[in-house]
């Protein structure tokens, strides 16, 4: 497949400005850019498939270039329904920071930051220099724009479109950038630099969008949303990723491969095909946590989270350290311990049952694990020298529930 084929099978295109755009992708070399606004000090998975674009171009011989918004961070990308809360300008300064590195960390292409270019613009020139091209009535027509209306927005909403689209033709100016990448959502804001760019420099400038990455209740990941999963491992650990990559739902798993791995066509549909003949067997989950960990943090990483997600469900759960099971099994209810305990007492302390009527039933009920070993005896002593490290016990109740003890 040539390029555009490759990004269309993969379900990567939404919209394109201009039908000639296809034909550039897969005969010129394209300068093009995709960026992110300092919101936090990482990138999430929803970012994660947009940015991947920019490899995938890159392997076709186009040239990216990653842009942080410290200046468009600033003001903050009207949301549909209500104002983006302001951050300050010392925490857009550390998130830009933070995004900085991680890109170039993560991606390890060129990353421009729109403060650099825009921070020294005073309002009379950006008036005259920029906002004499674009007509009111124009940006009312942008789809987040009228979907704000009858609420209300800010100037200061208003105006972000055409900050963006400043920074398109800075781009274009300053480094031959004649393509924007981003998700769906930005639509508007990409056809504006177009639309300014045509009137002030009289050049044909390009849009593409993707559709955005939703999880099985069709919601968008995000800081927002609530349900970011971050790229940066302190974070959110491999472990973490990995639990939530190996539990994606079967009609989500396959259009994720396409969107978020490098796997091959072919690689795909025989991944595709072997899943579904077992789908208990989890087989494109697997295949799909391997290769977007391995990606973002390298193959020890993944290593140590599949080994980490084994070991939970195993009595290896014992060779793991005190500080892997801290860090790894953050979503885990904690409790503190400090002294010997019957077991039937611990289960109460840690609010594991309600009663120790409840607790001495699932004791005997081989119900409750201690470091994945079934304990069936109300009087069994908890102490600390059987803790993992001297320092933490993983407490199972039923099939799926798990609970830390920690030695202070």
Same mark, same amino acid.
């Given at each position: 497949?040539?390029?555009?084929?490759?990004?269309?099978?993969?379900?990567?295109?939404?919209?394109?400005?201009?039908?000639?755009?296809?034909?550039?992708?897969?005969?010129?070399?394209?300068?093009?850019?995709?960026?992110?606004?300092?919101?936090?000090?990482?990138?999430?998975?929803?970012?994660?498939?947009?940015?991947?674009?920019?490899?995938?171009?890159?392997k076709y011989g186009h040239k990216p270039i990653l842009l942080v918004g410290g200046a468009t961070g600033l003001i903050g990308d009207p949301k549909p329904s209500n104002e983006r809360p302001m951050i300050t300008k010392e925490e857009v300064l550390k998130n830009v920071d933070g995004l900085k590195k991680q890109a170039e960390k993560i991606f390890g292409f060129e990353v421009v930051n729109n403060y650099d270019?825009?921070?020294?613009?005073?309002?009379?020139?950006?008036?005259?220099?920029?906002?004499?091209?674009?007509?009111?009535?124009?940006?009312?027509?942008?789809?987040?724009?009228?979907?704000?209306?009858?609420?209300?927005?800010?100037?200061?909403?208003?105006?972000?479109?055409?900050?963006?689209? /400043?920074?398109?033709?800075?781009?274009?100016?300053?480094?031959?950038?004649?393509?924007?990448?981003?998700?769906?959502?930005?639509?508007?804001?990409?056809?504006?630099?177009?639309?300014?760019?045509?009137?002030?420099?009289?050049?044909?400038?390009?849009? /593409?969008?993707?559709?955005?990455?939703?999880?099985?209740?069709?919601?968008?990941?995000?800081?927002?949303?609530?349900?970011?999963?971050?790229?940066?491992?302190?974070?959110?650990?491999?472990?973490?990723?990995?639990?939530?990559?190996?539990?994606?739902?079967?009609?989500?798993?396959?259009?994720?491969?396409?969107?978020?791995?490098?796997?091959?066509?072919?690689?795909?549909?025989?991944?595709?095909?072997?899943?579904?003949?077992?789908?208990?067997?989890?087989? !494109?989950?697997?295949?799909?946590?391997?290769?977007?960990?391995?990606?973002?943090?390298?193959?020890?990483?993944?290593?140590?989270?599949?080994?980490?997600?084994?070991?939970?469900?195993?009595?290896?759960?014992?060779?793991?350290?005190?500080?892997?099971?801290?860090?790894?099994?953050?979503?885990?209810?904690?409790?503190?311990?400090?002294?010997?305990?019957?077991?039937?007492?611990?289960?109460?302390?840690?609010?594991?049952?309600?009663?120790?009527?409840?607790?001495?039933?699932?004791?005997?009920?081989? !119900?409750?694990?201690?470091?994945?070993?079934?304990?069936?005896?109300?009087?069994?002593?908890?102490?600390?020298?059987?803790?993992?490290?001297?320092?933490?016990?993983?407490?199972?109740?039923?099939?799926?529930?798990?609970?830390?003890?920690?030695?202070?």
């Amino acid at each position: 497949m040539n390029c555009f084929e490759d990004l269309k099978w993969r379900g990567l295109i939404k919209d394109i400005s201009n039908p000639e755009l296809e034909k550039k992708l897969n005969e010129e070399k394209l300068t093009f850019y995709i960026g992110t606004d300092p919101t936090a000090d990482s990138m999430h998975i929803g970012h994660f498939s947009s940015f991947l674009i920019a490899t995938r171009l890159a392997k076709y011989g186009h040239k990216p270039i990653l842009l942080v918004g410290g200046a468009t961070g600033l003001i903050g990308d009207p949301k549909p329904s209500n104002e983006r809360p302001m951050i300050t300008k010392e925490e857009v300064l550390k998130n830009v920071d933070g995004l900085k590195k991680q890109a170039e960390k993560i991606f390890g292409f060129e990353v421009v930051n729109n403060y650099d270019w825009t921070k020294d613009l005073n309002v009379l020139d950006f008036l005259r220099d920029y906002g004499k091209y674009i007509n009111v009535n124009y940006m009312l027509d942008k789809d987040i724009i009228a979907r704000r209306l009858d609420s209300g927005i800010t100037f200061c909403e208003f105006a972000y479109t055409l900050l963006q689209g /400043m920074d398109f033709v800075h781009l274009y100016k300053e480094k031959n950038v004649v393509l924007q990448v981003a998700g769906s959502d930005q639509w508007g804001n990409i056809t504006t630099g177009i639309e300014l760019a045509r009137k002030m420099l009289d050049v044909e400038l390009y849009g /593409m969008t993707m559709p955005l990455i939703l999880d099985s209740n069709g919601v968008k990941f995000g800081k927002t949303e609530g349900n970011a999963l971050w790229l940066d491992k302190n974070k959110t650990s491999s472990y973490e990723l990995y639990q939530y990559l190996i539990n994606s739902a079967d009609e989500c798993v396959i259009d994720y491969l396409k969107k978020l791995t490098f796997l091959t066509k072919e690689e795909i549909e025989n991944i595709e095909q072997e899943h579904f003949k077992c789908p208990e067997l989890r087989i !494109a989950q697997k295949a799909l946590a391997k290769e977007v960990i391995t990606f973002l943090h390298g193959s020890e990483e993944y290593n140590k989270a599949q080994m980490m997600s084994e070991a939970l469900f195993t009595e290896k759960i014992n060779e793991l350290s005190s500080d892997d099971i801290l860090n790894n099994f953050k979503d885990m209810e904690k409790f503190s311990l400090n002294e010997d305990i019957k077991l039937e007492d611990l289960l109460i302390l840690g609010n594991i049952c309600n009663s120790k009527r409840e607790a001495r039933e699932l004791i005997n009920g081989n !119900a409750i694990s201690l470091n994945n070993k079934k304990i069936n005896d109300c009087n069994y002593v908890v102490t600390r020298d059987n803790a993992i490290d001297k320092k933490v016990y993983v407490i199972k109740k039923g099939k799926k529930k798990y609970y830390l003890g920690i030695y202070e």
